[in-house]
């Protein structure tokens, strides 16, 4: 059999996101900073910074806004020749104000009738998302239109007849859907899938699953059949079960910066490991992946696979000379 030419292959939307910082507010913006952002290319470029191969397959439209996106992916070294290309299309985006409690963060997205949105089954290079040993996908997408819901039924039932492996994130979203229309379309997604990440409060949410960590990940398999669950707890860290045994890993201690993004780096990390075979480094990697995306503005994660081992080793810190 031939060897797949990549480790790792998704698709979904990435936006533009802008943002205010802190203690400003976004109806008196003076001016903006502005990352690429998206679930699915965030874990595929942090994936690719570990070393791995991964190509992202999303619709962009061709233009400077576009560009934007696909110009950070190749910095990360993601394969982008699967892109959707529309000259006509408009990009997605979202607006952030970050804030200090009592203020929660708020998100305005601007991403209706965007290119990847509008995307069909029609549109995707299926031979190359393929061509893969793992394909992510998560639960943004089918909330996105009908078209972007069975290109995500089609690379599922794809992969499962080609023999490749499916890892899905539920990563909820309200502002997209009600939990009542979510939960039987993402019920019926995750059905079987290899690998499934659920966070304690999207467990909740969307399946009414409550309980301990250990209670939330043994409800996650029955309701899925998943071979494997791992799920965050925010500040706990995350919990993992493999079908027989349990796996708990504790959150890296981190000065936050940035809240977004954290979910995807500990996703990224869990697959990394997972490629290996081995779940637990997965878990190590996922918590120390989630830390240094809070120590980091932006949704993508900037690394190595070095400092990634350094933080798991608890060496970094203070001022490497």
Request: glycine share 10%; aromatic share 6%; with cysteine.
């Amino acid at each position: 059999m031939q060897t797949p030419i990549f480790d790792v292959t998704t698709i979904g939307e990435t936006m533009l996101r802008l943002s205010v910082p802190a203690g400003q507010r976004l109806e008196m913006m003076a001016a903006l900073d502005v990352f690429p952002a998206g679930a699915e290319a965030n874990i595929v470029a942090a994936l690719s910074r570990l070393g791995r191969r991964g190509a992202w397959m999303g619709g962009l439209p061709d233009n400077p806004l576009g560009h934007v996106v696909a110009n950070h992916l190749r910095i990360a070294d993601v394969d982008l020749e699967g892109v959707f290309w529309d000259p006509d299309g408009r990009m997605g985006n979202y607006f952030i104000e970050f804030a200090e409690p009592p203020r929660p963060i708020q998100v305005i997205y601007d991403r209706a009738d965007s290119v990847a949105a509008r995307m069909t089954p029609a549109q995707v290079d299926w031979d190359r998302m393929l061509n893969t040993r793992l394909i992510h996908l998560t639960g943004i997408t089918p909330a996105l239109s009908e078209g972007n819901l069975e290109i995500v039924r089609q690379a599922i039932q794809r992969a499962k007849t080609a023999g490749v492996a499916v890892s899905f994130d539920i990563n909820y979203r309200n502002k997209l859907w009600e939990p009542a229309r979510a939960a039987p379309i993402l019920t019926e997604l995750i059905q079987e899938v290899d690998l499934l990440f659920c966070a304690r409060g999207d467990a909740a949410t969307v399946f009414d699953i409550q309980g301990s960590p250990e209670q939330i990940v043994e409800q996650l398999a029955a309701l899925s059949h998943a071979k494997t669950i791992v799920s965050s707890v925010g500040e706990e860290g995350a919990v993992a079960w493999d079908g027989e045994h349990i796996y708990r890993q504790p959150a890296v201690p981190v000065v936050v910066i940035d809240r977004i993004g954290a979910g995807d780096g500990l996703a990224a990390g869990v697959v990394h490991g997972w490629l290996d075979g081995d779940l637990p480094k997965g878990l190590r990697y996922g918590t120390a992946m989630a830390a240094l995306a809070l120590s980091q503005n932006g949704d993508m994660i900037i690394t190595t696979l070095e400092e990634v081992e350094a933080v798991i080793a608890d060496a970094s810190g203070g001022v490497n000379r």
